[in-house]
């Protein structure tokens, strides 16, 4: 085990700021009711002062649907996409309120269902999906508003379906039927497996996955640091996405929770890490075989 647990470390403030993005969506239509509009919207597009954030999902809904570009729309997109250009689909793992209250529900029952999960993920695949499968669906859904002209990602979205209905419950509009659609997306982890919408069919992750580069924030894993078997893989085991972080095409899929990071760290001897550079990565293997090897000299 490492001397400073950092990814453990990183775990704890990720949940940080998963409850603080939560109570964030409660804060903000509760000063709304009192009148204080200095921060207003949901995860759809929020106003801080005079600055707008909108999700770039929904900047791309509007080309489709208006068929023109309207630049103040497109402008309020820069900071998510500089995030998602730097540290990929951290949104999702880091502040989609349905990942957080997934994740809790998940660490609840896990207990309960110990054996009935392990034995459930024994029986997944030793590998990734195909990226094409993911890029097919999200292509299919973005000609699909196009067509029938209908705003088909603010349906689709979670988080978006999530901010506004307790934002509606508490400014005093009532709770919509957009509810029945977050309904339907918890049943489809039921019936397809953990994470089904978030790993293929959530245009919002995809939006933000349109931004990743070679540079952008990746975990990379380094074969000689590995001390786990085959059949041994407890980093796959602790990825929400059922996910292999040392095989290929673990992006656009994963989030960059770090779970996988975590585990390696306390479990095995640190093989998987965080990176922004592929080839700072492999210099940075090559002096730890180094250390390694005068170590086993000394």
């Given at each position: 085990?490492?001397?400073?647990?950092?990814?453990k470390?990183?775990?704890r403030?990720?949940k940080?700021?998963?409850?603080?993005?939560?109570?964030?969506?409660f804060?903000?239509?509760?000063?709304?009711?009192?009148?204080v509009r200095?921060?207003?919207?949901n995860l759809y597009s929020?106003t801080?002062?005079?600055?707008?954030?909108?999700?770039?999902s929904?900047?791309?809904?509007?080309?489709?649907?208006?068929r023109?570009?309207?630049?103040?729309?497109l402008i309020s997109?820069?900071?998510?996409?500089?995030?998602?250009?730097?540290?990929?689909r951290?949104f999702c793992s880091?502040?989609?309120?349905?990942?957080?209250?997934l994740e809790?529900?998940?660490?609840i029952?896990s207990?309960?269902?110990a054996?009935?999960?392990m034995?459930?993920?024994a029986?997944q695949a030793?590998?990734n999906?195909n990226?094409?499968?993911?890029?097919g669906?999200?292509?299919?859904l973005?000609?699909l508003?196009?067509?029938i002209g209908?705003?088909?990602?603010?349906?689709?979205?979670?988080?978006?379906i999530?901010?506004?209905?307790i934002?509606?419950g508490?400014?005093?509009?009532g709770i919509?039927?957009?509810?029945?659609i977050v309904?339907?997306?918890?049943?489809?982890?039921?019936?397809?497996?953990?994470?089904?919408?978030?790993?293929?069919?959530?245009p919002?992750?995809?939006s933000?996955?349109?931004?990743?580069t070679?540079?952008?924030?990746?975990i990379?894993?380094?074969e000689?640091?590995c001390n786990?078997?085959?059949?041994?893989?407890?980093?796959?085991?602790?990825?929400?996405?059922n996910?292999?972080?040392?095989?290929?095409n673990?992006?656009?899929y994963?989030?960059?929770?770090?779970?996988?990071v975590?585990?390696?760290e306390?479990i095995?001897k640190?093989?998987?890490s965080?990176?922004?550079d592929?080839?700072k990565?492999?210099?940075?293997?090559?002096?730890?075989?180094q250390?390694?090897q005068?170590?086993?000299?000394?």
């Amino acid at each position: 085990m490492r001397e400073f647990n950092f990814y453990k470390t990183l775990n704890r403030t990720r949940k940080v700021v998963q409850l603080a993005t939560l109570l964030f969506l409660f804060i903000v239509p509760i000063l709304i009711f009192f009148e204080v509009r200095f921060i207003i919207g949901n995860l759809y597009s929020i106003t801080v002062g005079g600055l707008d954030i909108t999700d770039p999902s929904m900047v791309l809904q509007n080309i489709l649907l208006a068929r023109s570009f309207y630049v103040p729309l497109l402008i309020s997109a820069i900071i998510p996409v500089i995030i998602a250009f730097l540290f990929g689909r951290i949104f999702c793992s880091w502040a989609c309120p349905y990942n957080t209250i997934l994740e809790e529900a998940e660490r609840i029952y896990s207990k309960i269902l110990a054996k009935f999960i392990m034995k459930r993920k024994a029986k997944q695949a030793n590998k990734n999906p195909n990226p094409f499968i993911y890029w097919g669906i999200y292509l299919f859904l973005t000609l699909l508003a196009l067509i029938i002209g209908i705003p088909l990602f603010t349906f689709l979205s979670a988080p978006g379906i999530i901010s506004s209905q307790i934002a509606a419950g508490i400014i005093g509009n009532g709770i919509g039927l957009e509810l029945t659609i977050v309904f339907a997306i918890l049943l489809s982890e039921v019936i397809f497996g953990r994470r089904f919408w978030c790993k293929y069919v959530c245009p919002v992750g995809a939006s933000f996955s349109l931004f990743g580069t070679k540079k952008t924030l990746h975990i990379t894993y380094n074969e000689l640091q590995c001390n786990c078997t085959i059949k041994l893989e407890p980093c796959s085991n602790s990825c929400p996405f059922n996910l292999v972080p040392k095989n290929s095409n673990l992006y656009p899929y994963c989030t960059n929770c770090g779970l996988c990071v975590k585990t390696c760290e306390k479990i095995g001897k640190g093989a998987l890490s965080f990176s922004f550079d592929n080839n700072k990565n492999s210099q940075l293997n090559i002096i730890q075989d180094q250390e390694i090897q005068n170590k086993k000299v000394s």
